[in-house]
Structures are given as C-alpha cells and as structure tokens.
Nanobody, 120 residues
Framework: QVQLVESGGTLVQPGGSLRLSCAAS????????MRWYRQAPGKERELVAA????????NYAGSVKGRFKMSRDNAERTVYLLMNSLKPEDTAVYYC?????????????WGQGTQVTVSS
C-alpha cells in the first residue's frame, strides 16, 4: 500500500522557520522524483520544490528560492522541506508528491497534506 505522510506543519510567526517531512512507503522510493506543492485558500495548487531521484538535484519556485531547501534521505525514505524567513503568503496546505515516468507511463502518488500558517 502506497503511503506518503506529511508532518511538521503548524502555526509560525513571520520570519520564522519550519521543517516539513514526508515519509514514504509502499513503493521504490529511490526511483521517484519527489516534489512539494502547496495550495492556499482560493488558489490553485503550486509547485514549490522538487528533487531528482538519482542526482539529488533540486529546483524551486521563484517565490521560495533562497528561503526553502528540499532534501531527501533514501535510506529513511523521507523527504524534507526546510522553510526559512517565512512570510504570511507562505500560508497553505503543503503536499508531498512522488512521481516516476517511463516511456508512456506515469506513476503519481500524493500525501494528504499538512497545514502551514504564517501569522503573528
């Protein structure tokens, strides 16, 4: 059974830091690229960060570049999102996503999300 379980979301003050975790099970974690998305109320889901399956190369949305850092631990089957200098506009539900594509097939798994609220 495939599972992605996010944790770490909470209320934090502007300028603060938070680390989200996503624990994976039920699939070959090391073969999947991993992504963090977020969705704020009334807005579309937005890709925030991604990390490659093999090289560990990362990429970030412009709105978080320089503030967020994504990493993965294949032995622990977990990805992390370290968020620094948080702003109220970072408030959203953050979702973990695992994706693998090959030829014309795509495997795509999602977690249930964790709420991050940035407010004083």
């Amino acid at each position: 059974q495939v599972q992605l379980v996010e944790s770490g979301g909470t209320l934090v003050q502007p300028g603060g830091s938070l680390r989200l975790s996503c624990a994976a099970s039920g699939f070959t974690f090391s073969s999947y690229a991993m992504r963090w998305y977020r969705q704020a109320p009334g807005k579309e889901r937005e890709l925030v960060a991604a990390i490659d399956s093999a090289s560990g190369r990362t990429n970030y949305a412009g709105s978080v570049k320089g503030r967020f850092k994504m990493s993965r631990d294949n032995a622990e089957r977990t990805v992390y999102l370290l968020m620094n200098s948080l702003k109220p506009e970072d408030t959203a539900v953050y979702y973990c996503n695992a994706v693998r594509t090959f030829w014309n097939t795509r495997d795509d798994y999602w977690g249930q999300g964790t709420q991050v609220t940035v407010s004083s």
